[in-house]
């Protein structure tokens, strides 16, 4: 477990954590699902798939407070697994044809798909978990989102 001088620790998720995370979601599901690649309409059908994405993630961060409280969540994968346009083997190049940069790699790159975290403590939170994720993925140099 990693700590931040702000009291926010990070480790990784667990399934226990599900219940934590889908409260700190709450009555947002549909802007952070359309923020992260639902429609809208798909959002307040299916809402945030908090269960799948702690079974799918390459990488699934918890951060928690001094009392042990979940307080954020970030879900990270090797491809982005909610966009239609590309899937797993093709994002490299989707990505280099509408965008550039080639020097963009399956083999360096991440996908932030999902972040979520309690506004008081947000940008604590927010940079704990990037911090983390590029010490753990150490062969990562960029997260896409």
């Given at each position: ?53 702690l ?38 190049s989707?990505l280099?044809?509408n ?6 790699a399956?083999?360096?790159t991440a996908w932030?798909?999902?972040f ?6 947000m ?6 978990i ?16």
């Amino acid at each position: 477990m990693t700590t931040t001088p702000g009291g926010v620790f990070v480790r990784r998720a667990e399934f226990d954590d599900q219940l934590s995370i889908q409260a700190l979601v709450g009555e947002d599901a549909a802007i952070i699902s359309k923020r992260f690649g639902l429609a809208e309409k798909d959002a307040k059908q299916f809402g945030v798939e908090v269960t799948h994405m702690l079974e799918t993630a390459s990488l699934g961060i918890t951060a928690v407070d001094e009392k042990g409280t979940v307080v954020g969540y970030a879900a990270f994968y090797d491809y982005s697994p909610f966009s239609k346009e590309m899937d797993q083997a093709t994002w490299p190049s989707w990505l280099h044809a509408n965008f550039g940069h080639s020097e963009y790699a399956a083999a360096n790159t991440a996908w932030l798909a999902f972040f979520v975290a309690d506004p008081l403590c947000m940008n604590d939170v927010a940079e704990s978990i990037l911090r983390t994720a590029f010490t753990t993925l150490s062969e990562v140099d960029v997260i896409l989102f």
